[in-house]
Nanobody, 127 residues
Framework: QVQLAESGGGLVQAVGSLRLSCVASRHTLLTYAMGWFRQALGQERELVAAISWCGGNTDYTNSVKGRFTISSDNAKNTVTLQMNSLKPEDTAVYYC????????????????????WGQGTQVTVSS
């Protein structure tokens, strides 16, 4: 069973930065894509960013383009989300997720494509 451990959430003022990390462990997956989702209070969970196994392909929701950067380190089974110029509307619980059965170049963007989920980390941006 794949386990995902997120870290890096917290409270930050608007225009500040945070860096989220997620480590995948206890898995035998050969290739897998990783993504970050978020869920604000009273809203549906949405994709923030995702990255293919090879790392060459990424996808971002429009509201974070130019501010957030997703990266991965397959040797360390880690995916990172660098969040800059944070806004109060970025406040949410952020979840790391893994699509464990995918090709090396594919970027999954639908929630139902992901097989494993972390417990989430709270990000709060004050104005």
């Amino acid at each position: 069973q794949v386990q995902l451990a997120e870290s890096g959430g917290g409270l930050v003022q608007a225009v500040g930065s945070l860096r989220l990390s997620c480590v995948a462990s206890r898995h035998t997956l050969l290739t897998y894509a990783m993504g970050w989702f978020r869920q604000a209070l009273g809203q549906e969970r949405e994709l923030v960013a995702a990255i293919s196994w090879c790392g060459g392909n990424t996808d971002y929701t429009n509201s974070v383009k130019g501010r957030f950067t997703i990266s991965s380190d397959n040797a360390k089974n880690t995916v990172t989300l660098q969040m800059n110029s944070l806004k109060p509307e970025d406040t949410a619980v952020y979840y790391c997720a893994v699509d464990g059965y995918t090709s090396t170049w594919y970027v999954p963007i639908r929630e139902d494509e992901y097989d494993y989920w972390g417990q989430g980390t709270q990000v709060t941006v004050s104005s």
